[in-house]
């Protein structure tokens, strides 16, 4: 996690789960879109297309790892 003033963030990387600076930058703010929460960024996925966040914890079927690569969430896919 980054402070920045009142903003935190947390650093993300899709492609191995390793955190890197050089990618998404996901805020405190976010709210995944299934459960509403904004907590637990560190296992918040960014859709590629939509740019909102989804918990890997609440999509079903259940993801337990970050995928590798481009994410795009159900609504985009659909």
């Known amino acids: 996690m ?3 003033g009142k903003t935190i963030c ?3 990387h899709h492609v191995d789960g ?3 600076a050089s990618l998404a930058v ?3 703010s976010l709210r995944c879109v299934l459960c509403g929460q ?3 960024v560190t ?3 960014i ?3 939509c740019s909102q966040g989804w918990h890997i914890g609440c999509l079903m079927p259940l ?3 970050m995928p590798v690569g481009k994410w795009f969430c159900p609504r985009c896919t659909q």
């Open 38 to 40: 904004t907590s637990g």
């Open 26 to 28: 996901v805020f405190a």
């Open 2 to 4: 980054v402070k920045h």
């Open 10 to 12: 947390a650093i993300m």
């Open 47 to 49: 859709c590629d297309k």
């Open 18 to 20: 390793q955190m890197d």
């Open 63 to 65: 993801m337990e790892e």
């Open 43 to 45: 296992t918040m996925l």
